[in-house]
């Protein structure tokens, strides 16, 4: 039989393993604050310590859960209606969450929510 592993992913930021030494962690933090602090691209040492710490994905077999609103315009007091229409329009024109990050539709699973603006 075949080992399977599986695994939870935290948005915008890796597994970090059990049982991983506290300094490794705290200097890729340390230096990911002074990257995102300075807007710069990841250095040498900190992928070189991102691939030492964070759990490896393969991204072929996983599956992505999406979250998608759908606005619906109401006469409810509040925003003006030509207002919450135009806004309907808009998030309803934009790209969609699974396009914009290049993500297959068939590993893709999308939860969807109706909301009266």
Same mark, same amino acid.
């Given at each position: 039989m075949a080992a399977t592993t599986r695994g939870v992913i935290l948005v915008g930021h890796g597994g970090i393993p059990k049982g991983c030494p506290q300094e490794l962690v705290t200097k890729l933090k340390r230096l990911e604050g002074q990257r995102c602090a300075a807007k710069m691209p990841a250095s040498a040492e900190e992928i070189e310590l991102d691939t030492k710490i964070?759990? =490896?994905i393969n991204l072929q077999d996983t599956t992505f859960f999406l979250s998608r609103i759908n606005w619906l315009a109401t006469p409810k007091p509040g925003m003006a209606l030509w207002r919450e229409h135009l806004f309907v329009f808009l998030s309803r024109n934009s790209r969609r969450t699974s396009s914009f990050f290049g993500i =297959?539709?068939?590993?893709t699973v999308e939860i969807g929510i109706v909301v009266d603006i």
């Open positions: 964070r759990v =490896p =297959p539709s068939e590993q």
